[in-house]
């Protein structure tokens, strides 16, 4: 068991299609207690009810500072600990550049950045208490090939944000024992990209891609245990790639 007696939290776990839920199941397979974190429509609780009593769900919305720190009391009160912090909740547009507006800036950028910022800062109390820490982000291809698949100049910048905020707050952490380290998934079937892929296109993605399929959400989610763990334990400000090679 590589996560026993550990508590992780997954912002935006609620999806089961999703790659938080595949990460919340395979830590749950791991040992940890896991604390699915979405918004009210996602129905948090319920789905963590089908992992077991023993996991818990919490509303919160990441963009909002005031409901991270309360659902991370409500965790806390619940749980007693905090080991393990999943930014994972993240919103995409397909849009040009000229398309994009102020409010679709906002909200892009406010789910992925600032939501890892303010949950980082609501979790890094309770890690520096107890001297450990794993905290992984949610990057993505797109901030590294400067424009993603299906997601606009927007998306890109966050999630490239994502990166810098990961290796600072990294470096600022690393005296306490607390890692951060980011996940930059490719191309994965989930709800976000539901629809948004037309079929005459496909061809055209999977020739750039060497494994020549897309990733499932455990493609990614086994990658999230290893940062979670201590099997990567000396591993921080790291950027794990899981993309079947699209970078190559
Ligand atoms: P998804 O849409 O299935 O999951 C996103 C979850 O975030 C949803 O459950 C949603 O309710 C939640 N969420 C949205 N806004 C929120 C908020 N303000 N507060 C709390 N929760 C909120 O998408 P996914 O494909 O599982 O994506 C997960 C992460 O991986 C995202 O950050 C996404 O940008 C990133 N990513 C996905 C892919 C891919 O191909 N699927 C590729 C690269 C990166």
């Known amino acids: 068991m590589l996560l026993k007696d550990k508590v992780a939290i997954i912002t935006g776990g609620a999806g089961v299609n999703g790659l938080g839920f595949a990460s919340a199941r395979m830590m749950a397979a791991q040992g940890a207690r896991v604390v699915i974190l979405d918004l009210d429509k996602a129905q948090p609780a319920s789905v963590a009810v089908t992992l077991g009593q023993q996991h818990m769900g919490v509303v919160a919305d990441v963009t909002n500072k005031a409901s991270c720190d309360a659902a991370i009391k409500a965790v806390m009160e619940k749980m007693g600990q905090i080991d393990i912090l999943f930014n994972n909740a993240g919103i995409t547009q397909p849009r040009k550049t000229m398309e994009i507006t102020a409010a679709d800036y906002e909200a892009v950028l406010d789910v992925s950045l600032r939501g890892a910022l303010y949950m980082s800062q609501a979790v890094l109390p309770h890690m520096r208490a107890r001297k450990q820490g794993s905290i992984i982000c949610t990057s993505s291809v797109s901030a590294q090939r400067g424009g993603g698949i299906l997601g606009g100049p927007h998306y890109s910048a966050a999630k490239a944000g994502v990166l810098g905020l990961a290796r600072a707050m990294a470096r600022e ?45 455990n493609d990614v989610a086994g990658c999230v245990v290893f940062l979670a763990s201590d099997l990567s334990k000396y591993c921080t400000g790291i950027t794990l790639d899981v993309n079947g090679g699209m970078l190559i």
């Open 173 to 217: 952490c690393g005296v306490d024992n607390i890692r951060v380290n980011c996940i930059t998934p490719g191309l994965i079937e989930t709800d976000i990209n539901k629809g948004l892929i037309p079929a005459d296109r496909m061809t055209d993605i999977l020739s750039n891609i060497p494994m020549n399929r897309i990733g499932e959400p």
